[in-house]
């Protein structure tokens, strides 16, 4: 842990990005980009303050569902909007203080940690962009960073720099101290601009020391598109981790992992597969196309195109094309096609026949089924839950089971079958 407070802004409307939603809830691969910042974060220091103010309640609450023991900040957003008015109330408990933009969902730890090492009165984040839209426009000449100009404000002049100001700083808490309430509203958008610090502490001999930073990890987002980019690059180191650890993946670029799903052992992912919530997969074999949820999958094969729902437990068993499986427990089973198995437990050598249903919803309650041991299910088979089959049962092709079935037996319902002869040919009226 290091000596060093982290302040995090996330009080801003997100206008740009054109949702109800606060920006820094929008999610990249099932999370808010918050929860990327804030666990980074964490690993760095004990101090971290979060500024809220638009949205405030849903923000705090959904920091809190991830994290304990972060700060929450209120900016008065009516009279101090915008990015310096953000930093007027922070209360930092180390000398020096990390402050970063809410928006920047692919920092690291390691990317943060380099700004620790430059001995500054303000260190501070640019890249060079070949699109620099958006972003403020760091103004140096000889070789010293003057200040920064947001586009808004920015004269033609200004606006062909390409070096931007990519919305990370770290700041000597006596600077913080001496000028934020020295900020100014006077520009283009009315607002306290956090930037405008470098300016004032340049006048005053303080000295401010540029970082080069990739975008890679401190891509700001404004829009939906820019989101759905750093997704893209989340979920890409996501699938580099496991690729260095020994999974195989065909076509990794259609391949979705979220950042809670596991893998142990040899494991193979085909092409189109999608990996959500906090899943384990443990040598085995998920077939193109198919969709796993909050599921644990342990020597076995599934798909192509199947969709194991969560809290689905699979353990030496075969799933095949476009079988749905939900809250089911399933050892040693084989289920080649075409099924629904909710809320089951499905035991080992048993057979699900192609079309089998649990029906474990009478529109009021789920129930569950129970299968035992070498148990054969016929095709076609709707098994109506609650409901319990024994081991080393057949239940034949067509046949709805309504009562439990004991050990041994063979279960049948099935209308008899009838022949009219010629009927085809009366119907069409052909000879
Ligand atoms: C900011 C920088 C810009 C930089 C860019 C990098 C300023 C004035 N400009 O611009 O130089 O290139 O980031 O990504 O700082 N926020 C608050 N309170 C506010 C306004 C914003 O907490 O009143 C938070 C937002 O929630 C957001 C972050 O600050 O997480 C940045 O705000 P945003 O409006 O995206 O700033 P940019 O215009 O991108
Ligand atoms: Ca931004």
Known sequence: MENISIVILAAGK??????????????????????????????????????????????????????????????????????????????????????????????????????????????????????????????????????????????????????????????????????????????????????????????????????????????????????????????????????????????PQTVYIEDDVEFEGECILEQGVRITGKSKIENSHIKAHSIIEDSVVVDSDVGPLAHLRPNSFLKDTHIGNFVEVKKSNLVGVKAGHLSYLGDSEIKRGTNIGAGTITCNYDGKNKYKTKIGKNVFIGSDTQLVAPVNIEDDVMIAAGTTVTKDVKKGSLAISRTPLKFVENFFYKFFKKD
């Open 14 to 251: 997100g206008t740009r990005m054109k949702s109800q939603k606060a920006k820094v809830l929008h999610e990249l691969a099932s999370k808010p980009m918050l929860y990327y910042i804030i666990k980074e974060a964490k690993k760095i220091t004990d101090d971290i303050s979060v500024v809220v103010a638009h949205q405030k309640d849903e923000v705090k609450s959904t920091v809190e569902k991830f994290f304990e023991g972060i700060n929450f900040i209120e900016q008065d957003l009516e009279k101090y909007p915008g990015t310096g008015g953000a930093v007027k109330n922070i209360q930092p408990k180390y000398d020096r203080v990390l402050v970063l933009n809410g928006d920047m969902p692919l920092v690291t730890t390691q990317s943060l940690k380099a700004f620790l090492e430059v001995d500054a009165d303000i260190v501070m984040s640019i890249f060079d962009l070949n699109n620099p839209a958006g972003y403020g426009r760091v103004i140096i000449k000889n070789n010293e960073v003057q200040y920064i100009v947001e586009q808004k404000d920015a004269t033609d002049e200004e606006l062909k720099t390409t070096t931007v100001n990519a919305g990370v700083y770290c700041f000597s808490k006596n600077v913080l101290e001496e000028f934020v309430p020295l900020l100014s509203n006077e520009n283009a958008q009315k607002e306290y601009y956090l930037t405008d610090i470098i300016e004032l502490a340049k006048n005053k001999h303080k000295t401010i020391k540029p970082l080069f930073v990739d975008e890679e990890h401190f891509k700001g987002i404004n829009s939906k598109k820019d989101l759905a980019e750093a997704e893209e690059i989340l979920l890409d180191r996501i699938k580099e981790k496991w690729l260095a650890a020994g999974v195989i993946m065909q076509l």
